[in-house]
């Protein structure tokens, strides 16, 4: 009997353990959904205050939840300039969030971000989501972890920037450049999801 009850003890506890990670999952925004908090304010790494609506272009917006933190961003970063001269040239705007809020005193405060963006030359928006609130409404949980809107602001793409993150040149999949070159022409696209692949969001309950 006392072996049944501990066998069933341990059952319990494993079903309670797989809930509550089940419960503590972020829900992932589905494609075609709009893009929530759009008009939450952000302060960038230039002063200015900035929202996903006010960063759209006429063809949408290419957000990455990205920090200073990550060897994955380190691998994924030089794809940055890329995908923004991509973005740029099809008239899709291009912003970069930093959602580590566990992390502000740990290299990913905004006087850490204003480095890194100076450092690394961003030519795009870098801004600190508070919180991770906009994080959390995206169900973003990686670094980095992209999304790609379209002109009415429903997500077309969600997942990596391309299938190599180590060696550009390696590169077979340009997942991103693929989606924002077909959401333009008004194609379908081929790859709306894909695995994303880097660092923990460092939310405060981490």
Not at 150 to 168: E, F, H, T, W
Request: aromatic content about 6%; some cysteine; glycine content about 6%.
């Amino acid at each position: 009997m006392r072996k049944l009850n501990v066998l069933l003890s341990g059952v319990l506890l494993s079903l309670l353990l797989i809930s509550t990670g089940m419960s503590q999952q972020m829900e992932q925004l589905a494609i075609g959904s709009d893009a929530p908090l759009a008009d939450r304010s952000m302060q960038t790494v230039s002063g200015e205050d900035i929202t996903l609506d006010s960063a759209v272009k006429a063809n949408g917006l290419v957000v990455i939840f990205s920090c200073n933190t990550c060897p994955w961003v380190d691998r994924w970063e030089d794809r940055y300039p890329v995908v923004s001269e991509i973005a740029s040239k099809n008239e899709v705007g291009m912003i970069a969030l930093n959602s580590n809020e566990s992390y502000r005193e740990r290299g990913d405060g905004m006087k850490d971000m204003i480095q890194r963006a100076k450092k690394m030359k961003y030519d795009f928006p870098y801004a600190l989501d508070k919180d991770h609130k906009i994080a959390d409404a995206f169900g973003a949980t990686r670094t980095p972890h992209v999304y790609l809107f379209d002109a009415d602001m429903k997500l077309v793409y969600v997942g990596a920037i391309d299938d190599n993150a180590r060696d550009a040149n390696a590169v077979e999949s340009f997942y991103l450049k693929d989606a924002i070159e077909q959401m333009v022409k008004g194609e379908e696209i081929t790859q709306p999801q894909t695995r994303s692949l880097g660092c923990t969001i460092k939310r405060v309950s981490e």
